[in-house]
């Protein structure tokens, strides 16, 4: 039987939960958005911190927004790909999406360089 080393993240036993209006909730969200997380993640890194200031260390110049939409695109490529070995047959249209994406990435890279 496998066993778990639960010393090294200590289990979290408590639960918050409380209500936000509109007016509350907006800037939350638009600063947890600004910091690529969650609403929920980023009040949980405001509650750990005692001055209630969030320090995140940058590691990327992209958009995490960006991220996820060429994460969706390649998940969409993967499966026409995938498509495309079950019946052996592509689509001109494929090959014209990838030259775009590659395109779109190699312009996203150089841009970063620079």
Do not use: W
Not at 21 to 41: F, H, K, M, S
Not at 77 to 102: K, T, W, Y
Request: glycine share 4%; aromatic share 6%; with cysteine.
């Amino acid at each position: 039987m496998k066993t778990f080393n639960r010393q090294s993240t200590p289990r979290r036993r408590h639960q918050v939960i409380f209500r936000l209006n509109d007016i509350e909730y907006e800037p939350l969200r638009v600063r947890a958005e600004q910091c690529g997380l969650t609403t929920n993640e980023f009040a949980r890194a405001l509650a750990r911190t005692p001055d209630g200031r969030v320090t995140l260390q940058v590691a990327s110049r992209f958009d995490p927004l960006y991220l996820a939409q060429v994460k969706r695109i390649g998940q969409n490529l993967n499966q026409l790909v995938h498509n495309a070995h079950i019946f052996g047959r592509l689509s001109p249209r494929v090959e014209m999406l990838c030259n775009d994406i590659n395109d779109i990435v190699i312009n996203a890279a150089k841009e970063q360089i620079t």
